[in-house]
């Protein structure tokens, strides 16, 4: 069980902050007394947009402790690469289908099936983070498989 805390704000003492904060744990323990259900945290605090999301991802990689190169290469391939085609959407409205549309974007541009898979993986790991931290309850990128890339010609020189 997930319950949460609101925050009402810093103020004075015996202020507007302060008495709402109040009103809140009576209210709360007034609940608890009569075993009623308490409110729980929401999956979905706000809508937010793919663009809005991707520089949270990115203050929280960095907070975790991610490279600045791997950041800037990063953000460098998120500006020029997917946000020019899906950044104005709502991370929740997100669907395969959109998805399905970048993918062939970047098939017609004849981009290899690996830049590709790179492009989607690394989409893909921002939207598990944001289920796990709750900004988001779809993950668009859910159902896809990365697309077959073709073997490599190894040659051995001696």
């Not at 009569?34 to 203050?59: C, D, H, Q, S, T």
Request: with cysteine; glycine share 6%; hydrophobic share 35%.
């Amino acid at each position: 069980k997930k319950y949460y805390s609101k925050w009402f704000g810093a103020g004075p003492k015996n202020g507007p902050e302060q008495r709402n904060a109040m009103a809140f744990d009576l209210e709360t323990k007034a609940k608890k007394a009569l075993n009623k259900e308490l409110p729980r945290k929401p999956p979905v605090v706000e809508e937010i947009y793919l663009e809005g999301w991707a520089k949270a991802y990115a203050n929280h990689q960095r907070a975790s402790g991610k490279s600045s190169r791997w950041l800037k290469e990063w953000l460098g391939m998120l500006h020029r690469q997917i946000l020019p085609l899906v950044g104005h959407s709502l991370v929740n409205a997100l669907t395969y289908q959109d998805i399905m549309r970048v993918v062939h974007y970047y098939t017609d541009r004849r981009c290899s099936p690996h830049t590709i898979n790179n492009y989607l993986s690394y989409r893909k790991a921002t939207f598990r983070v944001g289920i796990r931290h709750g900004i988001t309850t779809v993950n668009a990128l859910e159902q896809l498989r990365k697309r077959a890339e073709p073997r490599k010609q190894c040659l051995l020189n001696l």
